[in-house]
């Protein structure tokens, strides 16, 4: 059960980091927000580490494992989901999305042999159509788009975020040490963003500024943490368990906006039976 703890405090605090980028972005632009948010969880990571690292436990190939997860989510799937806005629209962006538990799931019992049952899958899906539902009726793009190559943007995205949760729980069962896993998985994401930066973003402003600092280091705090959270749900319990409660997030995000409806988006019924749907979802697969 501590493992759905932890799932649920990642949903949570990333849920609420989405809610503060959101406002950040408004006068950024993505690459810069990703430099910074990710250098805020090294701030907080790397302390951690050194204090709660048993250095005798480390493996070199669950770093490796931890690196290119990192690489995978959040390095990656930001990149590819934000370019996927920019070029085909939120709309379609936002409806693939929360697609990744299923194929997260899928992968984990290929791969990991872990065991789901048909509680499990209809719960998975519940959680993925409420997720759809709000995310679609949130974004303000509801115009048609001729289909283009770019669909594959958000595909990549959702592939390379179902494929990064099995090789974090794989490094883990090598060297369970969740800490030293977040910021070895920080760490590779921000040389991924720092190389986009300096190959498409040359005649940007410089991204380590303290008026971008002043925008998102509060969001990068709250997702520093929720990335935490994720690490240790997957270090006690399986993937096909943990990652659909992670990705309620579009839940967690809909209740921020009754709370505080001036910072986010005029809220209305259809995010609502989308919200329904995820809870009747987690209560069909917390009954497994």
């Known amino acids: 059960m501590i493992e759905i703890v932890f799932a649920t405090l990642a949903s949570i605090s990333l849920a609420s980091s989405v809610v503060d980028i959101r406002r950040g972005l408004r006068r950024t632009d993505y690459i810069s927000c990703s430099i910074v948010i990710s250098i805020v969880g090294l701030l907080i990571y790397a ?7 048993d250095f005798n436990k480390i493996d070199t190939t669950s770093l490796l494992l931890f690196a ?3 690489l995978l989510s959040p390095g990656l799937v930001r990149l590819f989901f934000f370019k996927s806005i920019e070029k085909i629209g939120a709309l379609i962006t936002t409806s693939i999305m929360p697609s990744q538990p299923i194929i997260t799931s899928i992968i984990a019992v290929l791969l990991l042999s872990e065991q789901a ?8 899906f519940s959680i993925v159509i409420g997720a759809i539902i709000i995310e679609t009726s949130r974004s303000k793009d509801n115009s048609s788009k001729s289909f283009s190559p770019w669909i594959l943007l958000p595909l990549l995205g959702v592939l390379s975020g179902s494929l990064s949760d099995p090789i974090r729980k794989v490094a883990l069962n090598i060297s369970n040490l969740p800490i030293l896993g977040t910021m070895v998985a920080n760490i590779s994401s921000l040389l991924l963003y720092y190389l986009t930066f300096f190959t498409i973003g040359r005649k940007r402003s410089n991204p380590l500024n303290l008026e971008n600092f002043k925008l998102m280091w509060k969001g990068g705090v709250l997702m520093g943490i929720g990335w935490l959270f994720s690490f240790y749900a997957l270090s006690y319990g399986n993937v096909t368990r943990v990652t659909p409660i992670i990705n309620a997030q579009p839940l967690f995000v809909y209740l921020l906006a009754r709370l505080y409806p001036q910072d986010i988006e005029t809220v209305s019924i259809r995010p609502l039976i989308g919200a329904i749907v995820i809870i009747l979802g987690i209560v069909v697969f917390l009954s497994t």
């Open 68 to 70: 290119l997860a990192g």
């Open 117 to 124: 049952s048909i509680g499990l899958w209809v719960g998975i």
């Open 47 to 53: 302390p951690l580490a050194l204090l709660f690292t």
